[in-house]
């Protein structure tokens, strides 16, 4: 965990019950995300700066973009730790790095997360370099995996609608960060996952989306082990997504 002598890094063991199982057997890629936000959120609550903090101000923590990198996920019954800390920041943005251990201490894989600070009201940026906390407990802890790619708007892919629903939003009244990759992930089917795993995983955040709203859900799948995606509203990418395959040991 964190203690008041370090609040650099932070820990929290979980176990992993069926019940949270992809039918692979395995922590599914959504679960992690919401572990990721779950973790940095308990950091930020160990300095003070946690939403109940921030939102007296009329502010919250947004997350921007996500790499995540794994060589092996954690199985059903297996305990799992994931470690945060911050690598760096400036006015717009903390990069905040996570290590995933197995029950052994073993590291399974990284990941690179990007966040800002908005105004509820404006839903503009705050300059987040007043925050000095943040300054004060950037880590040298190493993450090694490489940050992420540009992610570029597809130019030749194909689409399929979907209309976001109540199930969607979360108490923002904006689309969900999990659902997104839920949705995205949704796009292929049983066989392949059955085949393959997400080695790489990139997303980037770019606008919210509303319930009601009708997106393209954008595939580039021309190359069999990197697919691109995006969320596109009225034209406009809201998210941006990039898949790298790798394919299963029997």
Known sequence: MCSDKNLKQFSKT?????GECNPQGEMPLTLLMTRIIEVATFHANAWGAGYARLIQDNQVWVLSRVTIELDHYPKVNENYTLTTWIEDYNRHF??????LDD???????????????IDMKTRASVD?????????????????IEPM??????????AVDYVFGY???DFNRHVNTVRYLSHLMNIFDMDCYDHFFIRRME?????????GETAQLVIDDADAMITNMSVTVDGNDHV???FHWQERQP
């Open 14 to 18: 979980y176990y992993l019950a069926a």
């Open 94 to 99: 903390s990069q905040r790095n996570m290590r």
């Open 103 to 117: 029950g052994n201490g073993n590291p399974l894989g990284y990941v690179r997360t990007i966040w800002m600070v």
């Open 128 to 144: 987040i370099s007043q925050l000095d906390y943040i300054g004060k407990n950037v880590s040298d802890l190493p993450c090694p």
């Open 149 to 158: 790619s540009r992610l570029r708007p597809i130019e030749d892919g194909h």
């Open 167 to 169: 199930m969607d939003c």
């Open 203 to 211: 997303i980037s955040f770019i606008k919210e989306t509303r319930y």
């Open 240 to 242: 941006r997504a990039r």
